[in-house]
DNA sequence: ACCTGTCAAGTCTGG
DNA sequence: CCAGACTTGACAGGT
């Protein structure tokens, strides 16, 4: 089985290179001359954006093919103060760069709207102003120049007391989206309310890729093994994904699957990200979804950033079940330990 | 240069 | 019904 990994958003390697710099609105409203302030929102944007192109030649240069983009590139876009203000056709050469250097590369690249976008509310102000969240996040990746296999992730979202209704509140108010932003979307599963095997069932109701965070399956778990599951997820990704120009992957049948992974922080909070990965949770699930599973996508998400896949790769280094491809990427073979 | 408190968002809980 | 917790990176304002 083929391994890549990637992190999120910020490195800790690269200094001053943060993607998600901005302007809070209380600021934005107290400065005199609206026009002067939003040319500081735009420049700022413009900094962002720049420094994504930094983090991508980093990453190129660190054989790194997976990365996920900061959903804070633009201050204060969708902001209620900022209704009028539509910054993306300025920054197109911007974003154009990005994508060039992601087709270039063939890297595999996604946004992951904040845990606001909550597509099973039955607030009808939070409805639109999450459907307008991603939609305005299918514009940046268009405004790329990528293709339909950079995606969105987003979890399911509330139960407001009753999971039943909310997961079909849910079904109801995504197929009521354009066709355009529900092939950007992927469902994963949550630490708190729809675990793995609602959010697949989920996903296959609605038509949309599952990304399995093995952190989340391990706080909240379905009462399913990750075993029984895998084959099902699996599908997700041949029956509802296609590979375009945005994917460098080998095979035909859909881009190959992703998943998260994270470990516990020490203490009492289990659900908050260590600073780092725990190898041996790690293997044991790449052990057991080995057999079935060609190649596979990780998003690191831990503190540490890539510091974390850096120092995860090392750990692997040693062991008889990995063979390193470069530094990023891995290939590992389920066999019996030598006695 | 550094430290502390504040900011954004929606949901959920406790009172 | 309302205040606070949750989460996270970064601002904002102080020294």
């Not at 413009?46 to 054989?63: K, M, P, Q, S």
């Not at 606001?116 to 790329?144: I, K």
């Not at 029956?239 to 375009?244: A, Q, R, Y």
């Not at 470990?263 to 790690?282: C, L, Q, T, W």
């Given at each position: 089985?083929?391994?890549?990994?990637?992190?999120?958003?910020?490195?800790?390697?690269?200094?001053?290179?943060?993607?998600?710099?901005?302007?809070?609105?209380?600021?934005?409203?107290?400065?005199a001359?609206?026009?002067?302030?939003?040319?500081?929102?735009?420049?700022?944007?413009?900094?962002?954006?720049?420094?994504?192109?930094?983090?991508l030649?980093?990453?190129?240069?660190?054989?790194?093919?997976?990365?996920?983009?900061?959903?804070?590139?633009?201050?204060?876009f969708?902001?209620?103060?900022?209704?009028?203000?539509?910054?993306?056709?300025?920054?197109?050469?911007?974003?154009?760069?990005?994508?060039?250097?992601?087709?270039a590369?063939?890297?595999?690249?996604?946004?992951?709207?904040?845990?606001f976008?909550?597509?099973?509310?039955?607030?009808?102000?939070?409805?639109?102003?999450?459907?307008?969240?991603?939609?305005?996040?299918?514009?940046?990746?268009?405004?790329?120049?990528?293709?339909?296999?950079?995606k969105?992730n987003?979890?399911?979202?509330?139960?407001?007391g009753?999971?039943?209704?909310?997961?079909?509140?849910?079904?109801?108010?995504?197929?009521?989206?354009?066709?355009?932003?529900?092939?950007?979307?992927?469902?994963?599963?949550?630490?708190?309310?729809?675990?793995?095997?609602?959010?697949?069932?989920?996903c296959?109701?609605?038509?949309?890729?599952?990304?399995?965070?093995i952190?989340?399956?391990?706080?909240?778990?379905?009462?399913?093994?990750?075993?029984?599951?895998?084959?099902?997820?699996?599908?997700?990704?041949?029956?509802?994904?296609?590979?375009?120009?945005?994917?460098?992957m080998?095979?035909?049948?859909?881009?190959?699957?992703?998943?998260?992974?994270?470990?516990?922080?020490?203490?009492?909070?289990?659900?908050?990200?260590?600073?780092?990965i725990?190898?041996?949770?790690?293997?044991?699930?790449?052990?057991?979804?080995?057999?079935?599973?060609?190649?596979?996508?990780?998003?690191?998400?831990?503190?540490?950033?890539?510091?974390?896949?850096?120092?995860?790769?090392?750990?692997?280094?040693?062991?008889?079940?990995?063979?390193?491809?470069?530094?990023?990427?891995?290939?590992?073979?389920?066999?019996?330990?030598?006695?």
């Amino acid at each position: 089985m083929k391994v890549r990994l990637g992190y999120v958003a910020m490195s800790t390697v690269v200094q001053n290179a943060s993607p998600s710099k901005t302007m809070t609105a209380t600021s934005f409203a107290k400065l005199a001359d609206r026009d002067a302030a939003i040319r500081k929102l735009e420049r700022i944007a413009a900094d962002n954006l720049h420094n994504t192109v930094r983090l991508l030649r980093h990453n190129i240069a660190h054989d790194i093919r997976l990365y996920r983009f900061s959903s804070k590139l633009i201050p204060l876009f969708g902001h209620p103060l900022l209704e009028d203000w539509d910054p993306i056709a300025e920054l197109v050469p911007n974003f154009a760069e990005i994508g060039e250097i992601v087709r270039a590369h063939g890297m595999r690249v996604g946004f992951h709207p904040d845990h606001f976008t909550v597509l099973s509310t039955p607030r009808e102000d939070v409805l639109r102003t999450s459907v307008a969240d991603l939609e305005r996040h299918v514009r940046m990746l268009d405004a790329m120049g990528l293709g339909e296999a950079a995606k969105c992730n987003i979890h399911i979202g509330g139960t407001y007391g009753d999971k039943e209704a909310a997961g079909q509140r849910f079904v109801r108010q995504f197929l009521a989206m354009s066709d355009a932003v529900r092939r950007r979307i992927t469902l994963e599963n949550d630490d708190k309310t729809f675990n793995a095997s609602e959010t697949l069932a989920i996903c296959e109701q609605v038509g949309v890729p599952m990304v399995l965070d093995i952190h989340h399956d391990q706080v909240n778990p379905s009462g399913e093994t990750v075993e029984e599951l895998w084959p099902r997820i699996l599908r997700t990704w041949t029956d509802f994904s296609v590979v375009d120009g945005a994917d460098g992957m080998d095979g035909a049948g859909g881009l190959p699957p992703k998943i998260h992974a994270s470990s516990p922080k020490e203490g009492n909070n289990v659900r908050s990200h260590a600073d780092y990965i725990e190898p041996e949770g790690f293997v044991e699930f790449l052990r057991s979804v080995a057999g079935m599973t060609p190649s596979l996508d990780v998003m690191i998400e831990a503190k540490m950033k890539d510091g974390a896949l850096f120092q995860l790769m090392d750990d692997l280094r040693q062991r008889s079940d990995v063979t390193r491809v470069d530094q990023a990427t891995f290939t590992y073979e389920a066999r019996e330990a030598t006695p």
